[in-house]
């Protein structure tokens, strides 16, 4: 079954760096689920972060292009993501995310994502 659990999170000053991790279950990397980062801002619907596919394709968001970096260990069943050159508006509880094709980088879709893991707070402060 599929168990996701994230940790790296905190607060930090505006342009410094952070790393999340997510441990998940050897089973979400045996039956080659799709792995992501989301956010969700205050007052705002979760969102996706970076994803990568079954067949190790990367994908980010426009906000995050050249300050995240998406990574995935199969050898200890973690998706990593290093942050840096953090902003203000990075902050937001950031949750790991499993599921197959139903994980896109359209937000609209979201809702749709069936694994989700009980998310870690970033707070970037000015």
């Known amino acids: 079954q599929v168990q996701l659990l994230e940790s790296g999170g905190g607060s930090v000053q505006s342009g410094g760096s952070l790393r999340l991790s997510c441990a998940t279950s050897?089973?979400?990397?045996?039956?080659?689920?799709?792995l992501g980062w989301f956010r969700q801002r205050s007052g705002n619907w979760r969102e996706p972060v970076a994803i990568?596919?079954?067949?190790?394709?990367?994908r980010y968001a426009d906000f995050v292009k050249g300050r995240f970096t998406l990574s995935k260990d199969s050898a200890k069943n973690t998706l990593d993501l290093q942050m840096s050159s953090l902003k203000p508006e990075d902050t937001a509880m950031y949750y790991c995310?499993?599921?197959?094709?139903?994980?896109?980088?359209?937000?609209?879709?979201?809702?749709?994502?069936?694994?989700w893991g009980q998310g870690t707070q970033v707070t970037v402060s000015s």
């Open positions: 990568i596919d079954h067949k190790g394709i990367i």
């Open positions: 995310a499993a599921d197959w094709e139903r994980m896109t980088m359209n937000p609209v879709r979201t809702p749709e994502i069936g694994y």
């Open positions: 050897e089973y979400t990397f045996t039956y080659d689920y799709y």
